[in-house]
């Protein structure tokens, strides 16, 4: 165990930890640090320099210039333009057409110059000769239609009105109990009725009870609660006088300050504090990537 500070178990979790690499080198600082180093020291590639645009060759990636129709046959547009007319004109069958004479243009209202024809006598402002109008005959007169449905208002049916007929109150309540009455008379005796009827093993209501049942019980008489106790005068609040409190002033007790012994700390034979042993110290655990690339 050291004679300072704590051991590579209690820090570390190790026996002893191992020795490091890089004891003694100088410290690099990693702020505005260069990205690459090497290209900023020596001498590095030099291109050729850059080229102007100019008609010479030199200026292009080629060492001569190169055409995109290279090979091809010279065309004339203007002469496939008029071979194009050419074969368009022999699809004619014959001469263009060509006006006799020009458009004529009228000279005012109601002048047929410039007309096909002439003026046409249907349009003549003259009136014709018309036969003399004979009306149709009339027709059958009748008398205009009655308003309303029908119901509930006389004559306007096709034929006569229907007799009245007296409609009593509950007319038919009366005569089902008539047609009842009737069927009483000609009964002869009550209703058959068999014993033997099958009846269910359980019966229908599981509540019915032919018996009767018992007289209702009279609950017992409630006792009557006795009042809450009431103090004669409210509780006393407690001040200066002891107004509040049984005895008026609390009884006088010996107690002299003493001052309590500290309690020595327990140590061990060799007059050393004694320290509980550490827990268990978890150590450095490689990761799975870096067993994988090590593998």
């Known amino acids: 165990m050291p004679a300072e500070g704590k051991s590579d178990m209690e820090r570390i979790g190790l026996f002893s930890e191992m020795g ?24 590095q590639m030099f291109p050729g320099g850059t080229k102007t645009l100019s008609a010479l060759q030199a200026g292009y990636f080629e060492p001569q210039f190169v055409r995109i129709f290279d090979g091809e ?10 071979r194009y007319r050419l074969a368009e004109s022999k699809k004619n069958l014959g001469k263009a057409f060509l ?3 020009g458009d004529k243009l009228p000279c005012g209202l109601g002048s047929y110059y410039g007309t096909i024809g002439g003026s046409y006598a249907y349009f003549s402002p003259q009136l014709k000769a018309k036969e003399r109008y004979i009306p149709p005959g009339k027709n059958f007169y009748t008398n205009p239609g009655k308003k309303g449905t029908g119901y509930g208002y006389a004559n306007l049916t096709i034929g006569e009105q229907y007799p009245h007929e007296p409609d009593g ?6 005569n089902a109990k008539k047609v009842q009455e009737e069927h009483k008379r000609l009964a002869k005796g009550g209703p058959f009725k068999l014993n033997l009827y099958p009846q269910d093993y359980f019966d229908m209501n599981p509540y019915f009870n032919d018996k009767p049942l018992p007289p209702v019980k009279k609950p017992p008489p409630e006792k009557p609660i006795a009042p809450p106790f009431k103090p004669s005068s409210p509780a006393k609040k407690s001040g200066g006088m002891k107004g509040g409190t049984f005895d008026p002033y609390p009884s006088h007790s010996a107690d002299p300050y003493v001052i309590k012994k500290s309690k020595a700390v327990t140590t061990n034979k060799e007059k050393q504090i004694f320290h509980p042993p550490a827990g268990p110290k978890s150590r450095p655990v490689r990761s799975i990537i870096t067993l994988n690339v090590t593998r």
């Open 73 to 82: 046959a010279y065309s004339n547009p203007v002469q496939l333009r008029r």
């Open 169 to 174: 109150y509950e007319v038919e309540r009366i």
């Open 20 to 43: 490091y690499v890089t004891i003694g080198d100088k410290y690099v600082s990693h702020y505005m640090r260069p990205f690459n180093e090497a290209a900023s020291k020596n001498r």
């Open 99 to 101: 006006p006799t004479n």
